[in-house]
């Protein structure tokens, strides 16, 4: 079987790579105290806690927020960042969580069970750890939704090696009702921004997207390659455009099934 992911070779870039804009960012918190009800009394757990980009803006709305990540790099950065939040993390595995069972009412899973090694193994933990009313706060983001960037970012993806992993982004959305458990609210953040062609091409080049760790250098070659030939066909190769985009950030509210 294929290990978790570790984050290390990203924390550097992490942050600049993946925050969202700032007027957005200060949405973050309120957004989900709004979609998931909170009474700020809550216990949280991060896994896969990371930098904190979301674990951060979340604190003042909960009463406090552990987390677990495989990452020491990871979470150096958060702990950097970190002013006087209620946020303590700690090295630890989503499959075998140091934490007692019935211990939280919220755990918190933000682009992570693409990552892991067994997921179903980490949403029966996950229910371990939760107390019996508790719930999975599963959040995500959608990276530059607009029809004018779809033709790079297809690009890539047609022409790119699959993510050898259990659960992929295609089938997130099945994996939780197919494992016992059901989704009884959802919400969603939608904003704007501007990218551009040339920022994305950046980012598969220097192998900032976790898609291309897996990947040979010649295999990355052709995506790039795709990348270029797409940016010269809807762009008249002029990749530094800005572009204005959308992108939706998904709350969703999981328990397992009654
Ligand atoms: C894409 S990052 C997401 C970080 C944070 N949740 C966010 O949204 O910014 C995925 C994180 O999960 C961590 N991770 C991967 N496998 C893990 C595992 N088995 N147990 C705990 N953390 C893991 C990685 O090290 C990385 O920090």
Do not use: C
């Amino acid at each position: 079987m294929l290990g978790s992911v570790n984050f290390d070779r990203a924390a550097d870039f992490y942050d600049a790579t993946r925050a969202f804009p700032d007027s957005v960012a200060e949405r973050v918190g309120p957004f989900l105290a709004e979609a998931t009800q909170l009474s700020g009394d809550e216990s949280v757990l991060e896994v896969g806690i990371g930098t904190g980009r979301i674990a951060l803006p979340l604190a003042p709305f909960v009463s406090s927020i552990y987390g677990a990540d495989i990452s020491l790099k990871m979470l150096q950065r958060l702990v950097e960042k970190r002013g006087d939040e209620e946020v303590f993390p700690a090295i630890g595995d989503a499959h075998t969580l140091p934490y007692a069972e019935n211990s939280f009412d919220v755990v918190l899973v933000t682009h992570v069970f693409h990552l892991v090694e067994d997921p179903v193994a980490v949403l029966a933990e996950i229910g371990r750890v939760l107390k019996p009313d508790g719930f999975l706060l599963h959040t995500f983001g959608s990276y530059a939704n607009s029809k004018e960037m779809l033709p790079i970012v297809n690009a890539w993806r047609d022409n790119s090696v699959p993510t050898p992993r259990p659960v992929k982004w295609s089938n997130i959305d099945d994996f939780f009702p197919e494992n016992g458990w059901q989704v009884v609210r959802s919400d969603e953040l939608k904003y704007e921004y501007h990218t551009s062609p040339a920022e994305f091409l950046e980012r598969v080049e220097k192998r900032q997207w976790s898609s291309t760790w897996h990947v040979s250098d010649a295999e990355l070659a052709r995506g790039v390659d795709a990348i270029k030939a797409a940016i010269d066909k809807h762009f008249d190769g002029e990749g530094d455009a800005p572009t204005l985009t959308t992108s939706t950030y998904t709350a969703q509210v999981i328990q397992p099934k009654a």
